[in-house]
T-cell receptor
Framework: LAKTTQPISMDSYEGQEVNITCSHN???????ITWYQQFPSQGPRFIIQ???TKVTNEVASLFIPADRKSSTLSLPRVSLSDTAVYYC??????????????FGAGTRLAVHP | NAGVTQTPKFQVLKTGQSMTLQCAQD?????MYWYRQDPGMGLRLIYY???????DKGEVPNGYNVSRLNKREFSLRLESAAPSQTSVYFC??????????????FGPGTRLTVT
């Protein structure tokens, strides 16, 4: 199982770009990197997923270096509504590997006015 | 299209009581999952069902039973509730989307308190 390490908490201000880095030194060849967002009293919500290099969607970007031992979730111009917990998960999801994914404590992002 | 629904939203039980948490998905997904989340913690997998008719234990199965009633429904039963089972319970179901990603859809959760 690929263990992940991410900061426990981060603070930012509205309009700033936020980068959250996740370390996953023992990532396996078939593993994908997936990020989820969770607001209080809600279930996690999928943000972005990638295997290598850079992935961008309407919400965020995901940067993955060539060795894939870490990844960085980038949230452009955050607003107060981006205050949430962000989870980094690593696993072979396309082969039905969700049972092996581990949601750690995540990173609590607080966005201030 | 409601996605993943859970009932009830809230429940208070006394120690020793039993109850069943219901989960249903209308996305025609094969697999379904039950997680629990304790305050300030990440989610931990209780049980999962890879397909209709199959169930398997996750990380923390003790004290729980599950039933995959059909493709849509996956229930979680607490036979004799204990205070340690006070938690928020999430049901989830993953799928590959046409965007080429595989994502897990979560229900709104059931907040359970055992006194």
């Amino acid at each position: 199982l690929a263990k992940t390490t991410q900061p426990i908490s981060m603070d930012s201000y509205e309009g700033q770009e936020v980068n959250i880095t996740c370390s996953h030194n023992n990532i396996a060849t078939n593993d994908y990197i997936t990020w989820y967002q969770q607001f209080p009293s809600q279930g996690p919500r999928f943000i972005i997923q990638g295997y290598k290099t850079k992935v961008t969607n309407e919400v965020a970007s995901l940067f993955i270096p060539a060795d894939r031992k870490s990844s960085t979730l980038s949230l452009p111009r955050v607003s107060l509504s981006d205050t949430a917990v962000y989870y980094c998960l690593v696993g072979d999801v396309f082969s039905g590997g969700y049972n092996k994914l581990i949601f750690g404590a995540g990173t609590r992002l607080a966005v201030h006015p | 299209n409601a996605g993943v629904t859970q009932t009830p939203k809230f429940q208070v039980l006394k120690t020793g009581q039993s109850m069943t948490l219901q989960c249903a998905q209308d996305m025609n997904h094969n697999s379904m999952y039950w997680y629990r989340q304790d305050p300030g913690m990440g989610l931990r997998l209780i049980y999962y069902s890879a397909s209709e008719g199959t169930t398997d234990k996750g990380e923390v199965p003790n004290g729980y039973n599950v039933s995959r009633l059909n493709k849509r429904e996956f229930s979680l039963r607490l036979e004799s509730a204990a205070p340690s089972q006070t938690s928020v319970y999430f049901c989830a179901s993953p799928t590959s989307t046409d965007r080429g990603v595989d994502e897990q859809y979560f229900g709104p959760g059931t907040r359970l308190t055992v006194t």
